[in-house]
């Protein structure tokens, strides 16, 4: 098993003067430097938790990517601590939620991140930011930050740049590492308990489907994408404000990663990728056909990748960008990666199973297997093709309808950009209006859409209506498409 933290670790050891990261600003950081950080900080740690008799211990962590982030996350999961993320925008009363279950013992953050909750609060709300209360999250907190000092740091604690170095090496054994909330809308919070050893099997399992060596500099802010590149003695190129391009030329990049919609903006704006790239990784949320051969012309040398993936498991699967273009009826996933299990029960929905998979959620029994919410189907060469999520089928006269199972083939038709299916409930019937919402590019005309449908849709599923829109809604960080407000917008 590759681990999350020796594994980056030992090749520290092995070639200290390799650059490890590049900041967002452009700054290398060599891999003897991260090493040393690594372990200051989970001595740090590790002490105050033997002294309290506490082998793991949480640890709210509210940093900016950057190489500090990195290295107080290692350290702190080395020592035996369990991440848990502080997203801002968080309402009082969820935060409070998560904090009543996770119950830190460190704090770790930014001297800014302080000032912007505390003193600054107000103005940092007028200015569009809310920053969850770091200063006292939970009574007998310690903390430990970065930067200079600011207002709003709290009495005692530790700063980064005044810790002692030392050399020791933690003691590796399996432990919860992270907790990632997937709602943070209520105050009973869904937090999924990824472990040391479930974390180190996803990052073999990206391993094993890209080729990293020493050579190589992968552009992403993603943990879980950033740490094999460290494992493997890659450069981890952390994203910066700058032209994204000209950050990938600059860097000589060999791999990048991007949220489509993201992507899809960038590549508005500069058409190409410099010719360094190999390998372009999407995620987080599909990849509409648009954005893939939007993709694939901005980087013809390189491999476009599409990465189904889900927070309890992470990855599943992976599939180029030609395989899922040349698939006309749903959206391909791809083959499961080696060692993840999959079964799609009668219904259709998949579930997943293996040694990447999340402990579980807090307060809960232990998952043996994860029930996706996703509808899927395995076609003749054993891989994976998305229908649909389970909560957006649509029943009308009796049928169900999958919209995933044809939204890219209408995405993929000319003029259009999006394509989302969405059903109208009707009070007095009990059945749903099907409303087909599109963006469209030059070249729409909603009489040649209306003739290509009935090849691409079956008969029971065509829609009631069609509807234009100027830009279809998302949500999350992740910028998946929201239905809700999909349907919101399309009501008569």
Known sequence: ?????????????????????????????????????????????????????????GVLFAVRPGPDAVAMALGAVAAGGTLV?????????????????????WVLSESLLYLLSGPLKGLARRRGLSLPALRDPFPHARHLYTGRWLPGVPRGALRL?????????????????????????????????????????????????????????VHTDQFILGLPALIAGATWSMRGRGDYAEELAARRATHAFSVPVQLHELLSRTPALPDTLRCLLLGAAPAPPAVLRKAMAAAPRAR?????????????????????????????????????????????????????LARGYLGHEPLTELPTGDLVRLDGEGRLVLLGRKKDMILRDGVNIYPGLYEPAIAALPGVHEAAIVGLPDQETGDEEVVLALTTTT??????????????VDAAALPDRVVTLPELPRKGRSDKLDRAAIRTMVAR
Do not use: C, N, W
């Open 1 to 57: 098993m590759i681990d999350i933290v020796s594994g980056v670790l030992d090749v520290a050891s092995a070639t200290p003067s390799r650059t490890a990261l590049i900041a967002p600003d452009g700054t290398p950081v060599s891999y003897g430097t991260l090493r040393e950080r690594v372990l200051t900080i989970a001595h740090a740690l590790s002490s105050e938790a033997a002294g309290s008799g506490d082998l793991e211990f």
């Open 85 to 105: 993320l502080a997203d801002p925008g968080l309402a009082p009363e969820v935060f409070a939620g998560r904090m009543a279950l996770t119950r830190p013992r």
């Open 161 to 217: 740049g005044g810790l002692p170095a030392v050399q020791a090496m933690p003691r590796v054994h399996d432990h919860a590492a992270v907790v990632a909330f997937t709602s943070g809308t209520t105050e009973q919070p869904k937090g999924v308990v990824h472990t040391r050893r479930s974390l180190s099997e996803g990052l073999r399992l990206f391993s094993t489907a890209v080729s990293l060596g020493p050579e190589d500099a």
């Open 304 to 356: 476009v990748l599409s990465v189904y993936a889900m927070t309890e498991a992470l990855p599943i699967a992976i599939a180029t960008a030609e395989e899922k273009l040349a698939t006309t009826e749903g959206d391909l996933l791809g083959a499961p990666l080696p060692g993840v299990g999959v079964r799609v029960a009668d219904d259709g929905e998949l579930f997943v199973g293996g040694p990447h």
């Open 443 to 456: 070249g729409y005309d909603e009489r040649s859409l209306r003739r290509a449908l009935p090849e691409l």
